[in-house]
């Protein structure tokens, strides 16, 4: 899986958790340009990145709004990224004579490259610290006034910023370090974005899932796009193509946007991952992959039918499997309990921070006491709360919120969010009534497994039933699969769902008492004291390393904003073995069986005579990434592309927590790969020749 | 699931473990009644048994030679026991026109009441320390000789124990602390046990799987036996049966045979249980279950083709889930680090010990860095090999074996066990092939998934196609489904396999260089010195507890041998909620949903008028049991029966490893339960009459 789809799936996972930002190890940050470890850099590898240098990579690397990074590899605008971030433009473009996942898409001049629809590009043009302005704007005021103080010194920030130009500029405010600091970020923004190159889908993402966080890997994860203004190629900074790519221990950067950490959670919310809550989704999970695996197994329809939902629970199941393995491999947890010990006593010792900071890790261990008891109960709820099930409890739910004023509602139901959810609602999504009464039934079955036959709510969910009695009931009866029932029972509002005689609508709210008053526990005596705690301890973190005069010793969790990370190319050691930095074209065609996902696209299997088959594919590198990273360069000291980044190895799953120089390795693409495929495979001199030459 | 049968199924897991024995905190142990913690009963409880007491217990508790305990509770040879421990006596007994299991067993008379074919009961008569005839007859041996001189007294022992009357004396030595305690125990054996009362099964195993291993429990997991001799009951001590049970707070002991422990694992053992070894079988028996499931829920046919494959799965997972979750909330890990370290600490304080006992904790650590290395390749292959997978692996690896002498065989494969292989392999148990295929399929892709798709293991199993081909092709084209084809292919030895061509045997022929190397290294780097350096603590732990005089606070792992425990009724705090002691009938009817498995029999429904519905059903104690205790009498101070032992909660399914106060409950049938069942369900006025009375 793409870095940035599973940063997606990750940050819809239901876990409420905490972030903040630690003491970085060697290797280990996310860097802001205007707060580079300098002196880490001098003195691990001797390297001292100068202004001129910064600027270049700044103005050199892109990020794309649909969350992936990239970066402009010729004078001419044409832009680097992964295959995987230019799904949605493919996706687009193809119809029913051309399928570009299947067959790539190629180009011969530039009347054939097509512009990706809705695509957005942003390049940083600079960086301000506006932490006293908005320090200034907000100082005395409390709750509301503080809210509102904020939003009206961003308004004014970044309208001034843009200049009254927004369709040209993009100024986004970033709090980092939760708010320990602000800063005003200024991106050229471009929307004219066409795609020049894509090879096919069975290349860029060879071994499909099997192979997806696995390492070797054996993939050309990339698609080249070409920024347009005003119907022309734009003139940027660019980064020089390096053909050769890089060598073994080579000290190497990687210019993104990591979308989103949480490098600073206090050692029980890390213990509360690992002991509690990975090990139960992961259960839940697994089970799930056992069923759709079968169902899938039953028929060709029934293979179409859960192909999405098995991929996901797949990657999801890898996400929290990677996250869990190198959570209890790691003595982060004894470590971090020793950092949050000793910021405690940094506050302890002075009454200004005592008012300040208070005692965050008591709270955290008290509403982490809370969740221990309620997470259970309250995922295997959720899980049951999917498909139609899910559509009904939004209906019951949303009628309720939306009678409220809109400041008290539940997150999710704004009136700004609810044409979210009636698109969702209005959308003619098929579904499967067998898949349906699968996943219901087995929901429901985890359900009574877990909380027990006598447990109230699973006596509200069964009634005397057993559970695969009551999915088939609601399944068959419910008419909650046609998108105009759904519409008109929202519109209807709470006198329609009182009214409502529809079996999954009547399960829904049947089970909304219960499924509200958990809510309101987790929200009150678990996300919000937790979310407080995060702030305190992050600021107070940040307020520790500035009064110590060490701020480019530490690096805010990720926002999904321009940031810098370095490393070196190198493998690690798995199991007793030591898993090597590069992979070649001798090894991709080792490993084509000619199954799928194993099997090579037919320009590959005719290019093998001509290829010199030594040639670097893959490498890894210590380079701290998570998802959003996806499309990265990877950059030597002279600034030149060596690489281009497009997954993580299973260890550095965990890097949403910690990172782990002993395993974690971010995946990239061989520049002398990408040269290869141009010229060998794909017979494209000129894009070729454009990358090396700097411009067309 | 009952303690026995969950006994019978961890103690056959693939998992390479150690035992030992630690000191005992409050209410933990399992007693030798030679050597019971006297001081700490007179302590906490105020209570000391005296001799007369003591050998009241012994002689009124039995040993069912199955893997149960069991008690005489009448002076005419009426034993209780456990429904599941009657399981395959009242299946023996059924015949088309007789379904014990749905109906119950019930009898007017003695005349009635029916011999359980191979029954066996034992009842322990004498306890002999033979420590020093053991330690004089192999003083100075080693090795072979060692192994002899043990074989040698053994037998003398035994023999002279038996007196020449084995029909009626079985006398068994026993090694307590891995050999560091040496008793012969003899014990009355009888082999005419009829049964003279059961109930049916739906209000034995009252909830199924789903309340198994979960509480509050609803059970009355029950069955009346009744010893013969010369064709008459036989007349022993017995206990007095008391009809109130017992109340909350009470002190009560069990008298039973726990199968087996691991008490005194060291604590790198115990972190890689619950770090790498059970987190990676429960994965990979989750997606199992899930596959199952759904394979279940296709039709009437394949539900009841995956029924035992299903619940022996669901059953594993309890087990596994449940000890992980102990582990993982308990701080049993660090705990042991610091008495592992104590003990190394002991050892090398004197010259003599170190030259006995010598590094065994660095042993441990050694052969667990392996263990890590291969356990997941482990684990994924032998998965494979079940089903015909696994018989044609026997085949194989069985004609390699039966070739070379006796002595260097691997284990299973030793004359004496040829006999069990062949006839398994002459079984005609049914074969599905198309939940073999399903079963298969799903293993080669966890295969593939866990080693990689490059893996060279892999890569022999799978070829160049799919996990899915690969299974349908064997399970298609295998002939090995019929039994005459195996037992062909066994007794044609070498030759047979060489020449085979049967898809399936070549499958296993291929797979077998790979099988057979990580089996070397597993024996070798990981058994072996485990099994070694398990002794050495052991045996060191049982030398300073003796040297200190405080044997009386220290207890051997179990080994299937009367023992005794003490505790008290009390429940428990899980998930933020008090689980009380006691359920009652009210509970028991309002958890009867009429759906399987919470449907009541008509017995049962019929008779809940008449019943006093606040009479205690089940009720938790803090009593230290196991798997192998099913069917202990629970009893009070005076040595009355209070309670029938059936099954321990979830937590304790940790008590293999370790015993935690905090949330380790033994779960029994009140006998007020049990006599209102007897007076008001069944109407059999007579037999409660002989437990209240204590005879006929």
Redesign the interface.
């Given at each position: 899986m793409s870095l940035a789809k599973s940063y997606l799936m990750l940050s819809g996972a239901i876990l409420s958790l905490l972030a903040g930002s630690v003491s970085a190890r060697a290797d280990e940050g996310m860097w802001t340009f205007d707060h580079l470890p300098k002196a880490a850099l001098q003195k691990n590898y001797g390297f001292q990145p100068d202004a001129a240098w910064i600027q270049h990579v700044v103005q050199s690397s892109a990020r794309l709004a649909e969350g992936c990074s990239a970066s402009f590899v010729s004078a001419d605008g044409l832009v680097m990224t992964n295959h995987h971030c230019a799904n949605s433009c493919l996706s687009a473009l193809s119809d029913k004579t051309h399928d570009y996942f299947r067959d790539g898409f190629h180009t011969q001049s530039l009347a054939e490259e097509r512009q990706c629809p809705g695509m957005e590009l942003d390049r940083l043009d600079g960086i301000t610290d506006v932490s006293s302005q908005v320090a200034q704007a907000t100082k005395g005021r409390q709750g509301a006034a503080y809210n509102a103080a904020v939003q009206e010194v961003e308004s004014r920030l970044t309208k001034a910023c843009a200049a009254g130009d927004a369709e040209h500029w993009r100024c986004d405010m970033v709090a980092l370090y939760h708010g320990g600091q602000t800063a005003l970020y200024r991106y050229r923004r471009y929307k004219d974005v066409r795609v020049v190159m894509a090879p096919e889908q069975d290349i860029a993402f060879f071994?499909g899932d099997?192979?997806n966080f696995?390492y070797?890997r054996y993939d050309i994860d990339l698609s080249m796009l070409r920024v347009y203004e005003d119907g022309k190629p734009v003139h940027t900074p660019f980064l020089q193509f390096d053909p050769k790519g890089p060598k073994a221990g080579d000290l190497v950067f990687t210019s993104g946007n990591p979308g989103r950490t949480q490098r600073g959670l206090p050692a029980a919310a890390l213990a509360f991952q690992r002991?509690?809550a990975n090990?139960a989704i992961?259960?839940i999970f697994?089970?799930?992959?056992?069923?759709?695996?079968?169902?899938a197994?039953?028929s060709a329809e029934h293979a179409r039918q859960a192909e999405d939902t098995l991929f996901g629970v797949q990657n999801a199941l890898k996400s929290y499997?990677g996250t869990?393995?190198a959570l209890?491999?790691s003595d982060i947890v004894a470590q971090r309990a020793k950092e949050d010990a000793a910021l405690q006593a940094w506050i302890d010792a002075d009454p200004a921070r005592r008012a300040e900071y208070g005692q965050p890790f008591a709270v955290v261990d008290k509403a982490i006491g809370?969740q221990?008891?309620?997470f259970?109960?309250n995922l295997a709820l959720h899980m049951a709360l999917h498909g139609l099930a899910g559509d009904a409890m939004t209906l019951v739910e949303g009628a309720r919120e939306r009678a409220k004023p809109d400041a008290k509602r539940h997150a999710g139901y704004h009136d700004a969010q609810l044409g979210e959810i009636e698109t969702e609602l209005a959308a003619s999504e098929p579904v499967y009534p067998e898949l349906e009464t699968?996943s219901l039934?087995?929901a429901l079955?985890s359900l009574?497994?877990i909380l027990?036959?006598?447990d109230p709510l699973v006596r509200t969910a069964?009634?005397?039933?057993?559970p695969?009695?009551v999915a088939a009931r609601l399944v068959k009866e419910t008419r909650l699969a046609d998108p105009a029932i759904r519409t008109a029972l929202w519109h209807g509002g709470q006198a329609a769902i009182d009214k409502a005689t529809d079996p999954m609508v009547i399960f829904a709210r049947t089970l909304f008492p219960a499924y509200d008053a958990l809510r309101e526990r987790m929200l009150n005596e678990v996300s919000a004291p937790l979310h407080k705690a995060e702030g305190d301890i992050a600021r107070a973190r940040f307020a520790q390393a500035q009064a110590a005069g060490r701020l480019d010793a530490i690096y805010p969790d990720a926002t999904f904003s321009p940031r810098l990370s370095f490393g070196t190319v190198q493998g690690w050691r798995q199991?007793?073995?030591d898993i090597p930095p590069f992979t070649d074209f001798a090894?991709m065609y080792?490993?084509a069986?000619?199954?799928?996902p194993?099997a090579l696209p037919k320009r590959w299997l005719d290019a093998k005579a001509r290829l010199d088959l030594s040639t670097h594919l893959d490498f890894v590198s210590t380079n701290d990434i998570v998802g959003g990273n996806s499309g990265s360069p990877v950059l030597d000291r002279q600034g030149h592309a060596v690489g281009l980044i497009f997954d993580g190895n299973l260890p550095s799953l965990a890097g949403d927590l910690y990172y782990d120089i002993g395993s974690n390795r971010a995946v990239s693409t061989d520049t002398s790969a990408i040269i290869a495929a141009l010229r060998t495979v794909y017979a494209e001199p000129a894009l070729a020749d454009e990358l090396v030459r700097g411009h067309r």
């Open positions: 071994g099997p192979d696995n070797p002991d509690i090990p992961i259960d697994s089970v799930r992959e056992g069923m759709l695996w079968q169902y197994r039953e499997s869990e393995a209890r491999s809370v221990k008891d309620l259970a109960r699968a039934a087995l079955t009574r497994q027990g036959a006598d069964l009634g005397n039933d057993s695969d009695a199991d007793g073995a090894g080792r490993h069986t000619g199954s799928e194993f």
